[in-house]
């Protein structure tokens, strides 16, 4: 199968899914996850129609940008960011996924103010409460949305969850996508201006399906566009 073909398949699902769901498949966002993937392949994925691109590694993307592979598409960051890395990503990501801390809120912030820019996040919320995970927990949210709220030059546009790992159908899940739902609709209430809850970004290629039956409206797909990722050696 070709990134093209695999594309298709997967808006296919997406729709179905909606349906399923009774929504509009136009609302939910198909990102492709294009870690270890080179720029030719992104493009492809790209050319394909998928409505963003979200990269991991910021040394990855920054090699990756400069060979244009993301001309064409919104670039998003969808990994772990390290506060050093910070500079690097704000500005040149039109979304940043996986906020886990106030401190990183703060960071975001200062280096958005020093490029003049008001910068686009989503919250991660550790939804299974997973040691090895980062992310708020679910009780944290409403502060941490305070917090985000006396940023000036940064916009709260919703919620990212990571779930556990998964068998094939994406139900073990569901419990997961249900809560966040939750979570989502309860802070939904606009309280800030700089915090406007749109997004919902969950949902990965075992569970994409299960997450937009739930309400997911950003799906982040890497595997099921792309094949199995082969990581480079010593890695
Ligand atoms: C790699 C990655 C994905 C995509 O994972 P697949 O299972 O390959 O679809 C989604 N979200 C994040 C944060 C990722 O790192």
Redo the contacts with the bound molecule.
Sequence with gaps: MTIAENVAVVKNNIAAAAARAGRDPGEILL?A?S?TNGAERVREAIAAGVDAC?E?RVQEMLEKAALGAYEGAPLHF??HLQKNKVKHVVGLCSLI??VDSIELLRQIDREAAKKGLVQDLLLEINIAAEASKSGFAPEELPAALADAGELKNLRVRGL?A?PPICGPSGEENRQYFVRMKQLFVDNCEKKYDNVRMDFMSMG???D?ETAIECGANMV???????GA?VYPENH
């Design positions: 990102v996850a870690k979200g991991n969808i990994g996924h996986g990212m990571i990965m290629s075992g994409y982040r797909v890497g595997t099921a566009i792309f990722r």
